[in-house]
């Protein structure tokens, strides 16, 4: 008789400081076992500048998915020996193993491990294999880092899991080829939002996101300047963290361009909060240099908010094919003139919201817990014995 499928996750971090990824994985972990699968997370006490308690030797159950937490021993890199020694004696109890990331020391000691224990494994690059993040971030130490050690990491992987198009192609321009599992990211939608949205909400832009340089807020801010031009009873309200020293040069630049009072700063946003922000809100804006999916957009979509992405954001190919909004590049030009666009025209933004709402439940838990099973039970097979899925 068939067994569970027994799959083992290894991401970097899981803190909440790492912003969408940390999220993603718990939500791809849950519905996994309610699919009944057997899923173990294995991760470090990374939180950034931080840590998150570490339960080493100890498992931690949540929503039946096992977590086990290791500490690491340097911030940069994410190295841990305890999460080498474990993942060294226990690969080889999984059927397969789901890498999350690259450039990350955890990445490269599951794939050796996975190799030495006969275990398929899949490498879902988490975008850092993006044009922006491989020419601004480190660029000469990752162009190092990719030919000698990422790139044997993916050529010996049994997959590649992309979470958009947009991020696919970018891959393949860096030389990635082989098994592409281009499967989205599976995300918790909102609920009791629409019901909530008051005429006073037309007016609120949102940018709900990890406060990053990537993000795109030095064009957003001097964008939105320019709008207010027109549109003097709208407000922009940012929701999120990031770099103390960043956070305050974004409000400096804030000030300078005359925003003061017409921005709201709120901070990380999570559970009833962030529903309130949804609610709050008429149109959501992200107008990332670099986003492999954009959790956050189809959280937004999910609360029926017309968004306006960039073109770097991995699913505005999907946005712009439903109709759920306005893509747009990134310039400061390009985004003021969607945004004059967006808040001038009540019917334009009832219309893409409705269809916002009606694209974001493709990226539900259920529809993309499926996709990646079916994945996982292709390799398995192709790999030896059948497991039940």
Request: some cysteine; overall charge positive.
């Amino acid at each position: 008789m068939s067994r569970p499928l027994r799959v083992l996750h290894v991401i970097p971090s899981i803190g909440p400081a790492r912003g969408g990824p940390s999220v993603v994985i718990r939500t791809m972990a849950r519905c996994q076992t309610e699919r009944g699968l057997e899923v173990h997370v294995a991760t470090t006490d990374d939180n950034g500048l931080d840590r998150i308690a570490p339960l080493e030797s100890v498992p931690m159950k949540q929503d039946s998915v096992t977590f086990w937490i290791f500490r690491r021993q340097t911030r940069f890199y994410t190295f841990s020996f305890p999460l080498t020694r474990w993942l060294w004696k226990r690969t080889a109890e999984y059927d397969l193993v789901h890498i999350h990331a690259l450039f990350s020391y955890p990445s490269v000691a599951a794939a050796i491990c996975a190799k030495f224990a006969g275990v398929p494994y899949i490498v879902r690059p988490l975008g850092t294999l993006s044009h922006w993040g491989m020419r601004n971030r480190r660029p000469w130490l990752k162009r190092l880092s990719f030919r000698f050690i990422e790139s044997f990491i993916l050529k010996g992987s049994a997959g590649v899991h992309y979470t958009s198009e947009q991020e696919a192609l970018e891959a393949r321009d860096w030389g990635v080829r082989g098994n592409s599992l281009v499967i989205p990211n599976p995300v918790d939608l909102p609920e009791n939002v629409r019901g909530r949205r008051t005429l006073a909400a037309r007016m609120v832009v949102l940018f709900l996101s990890r406060l990053d340089p990537k993000k795109g807020l030095d064009l957003l801010l001097p964008a939105f300047a320019r709008v207010r031009a027109c549109n003097p009873q709208a407000v922009l309200m940012i929701a999120g963290d990031g770099d103390s020293e960043f956070v305050d040069g974004l409000k400096q630049q804030a000030l300078r361009l005359g925003l003061g009072q017409y921005v709201s700063w709120t901070g990380f946003l999570r559970g009833e909060e962030k529903r309130d922000a949804f609610a709050d809100a008429g149109i959501f804006v992200l107008p990332s240099y670099s986003e492999n999916f954009g959790v956050a957009v189809v959280e937004a979509m999910g609360a029926g908010l017309p968004v306006i992405v960039s073109d770097q954001v991995g699913i505005h190919r999907e946005v712009a094919k439903a109709d759920a909004g306005l893509v747009v590049e990134c310039s400061v030009e390009s985004l003021e003139s969607a945004l004059t666009r967006a808040l001038g025209d009540e019917q334009l933004r009832a219309r893409m919201g409705a269809n916002a709402s009606a694209l974001a439940r493709q990226f539900s838990p259920e529809i993309v817990a499926k996709q990646l099973i079916d994945a996982y039970a292709r390799i398995c097979d192709n790999h030896g014995e059948p497991v039940a899925a």
